[in-house]
């Protein structure tokens, strides 16, 4: 099995499991446009990964960043974020803001091994390359997040963020709830949930 290596790693790259992410967007899609009694739009990719690297700790300027999205063979594209397809409008994409360039890459989990597997492999292959000093993870804590704590508990010297619904056990890392870059994304506002 293949882990993702794009041909030179950036200084903070952005490991996502991708089904996962699409369906917290999803629940809170529908649980918003019930409170808000409004629509609500797919989420805008690009914001949620400033959002995503902001929590991070990244800041403005020239950097680069990789994000990476690791989804099922069977889905050829987010459901519930634009751009959504993965092979021909976000693989091997970039786009550049004020927080420097993005490029994306996006991997399908082959039958031969799991989602878990695959996504921890892929972390541990992060962790173990010099390039990468920062970090940024979206795993699903509730089906594999004992194996990534694992492997955050034997990494040294990088910054890591852990994207989660919900605060996390364990120590070697730093978290954030998801759900406030998802909503940011989303277009929902503060305000609008008083």
């Known amino acids: 099995m293949d882990t993702p290596k794009p041909s030179a790693w950036s200084e903070t790259v952005v490991l996502v499991d991708a089904d996962y992410l699409d369906s917290v967007a999803f629940d809170l899609i529908v649980n918003f446009e019930r409170m808000l009694e409004r629509r609500v739009p797919p989420a805008d990719l690009a914001r949620w ?4 690297v902001l929590d991070g700790g990244l800041r403005p300027g020239d950097n680069a960043v990789q994000a990476v999205f690791l989804h099922g063979k069977e889905r050829e594209a987010f459901e519930n ?23 994306l890459h996006s991997f399908a989990v082959e039958d031969i091994v799991s ?5 921890v492999q892929s972390l541990e292959t992060l962790l173990a390359a010099p390039a990468v000093k920062r970090l940024v993870l979206v795993p699903d804590m509730d089906a594999y997040g004992a194996q990534v704590r694992r492997a955050l508990a034997a990494s040294q010297g990088k910054e890591t963020t852990l994207l989660a619904m919900s ?28």
Do not use: H
């Open 167 to 194: 605060p996390q056990p364990g120590g070697g890392f730093a978290q954030e709830i998801l759900g406030y870059s998802l909503m940011n994304a989303l277009g929902i506002r503060s305000d609008e949930l008083r």
């Open 115 to 119: 989602t878990a597997d695959f996504y």
């Open 49 to 52: 990964l400033d959002c995503a």
């Open 81 to 103: 974020f634009a751009p959504a397809r993965y092979a021909d409008e976000l693989d091997g994409k970039a786009f550049r803001d004020n927080l420097g360039e993005f490029t």
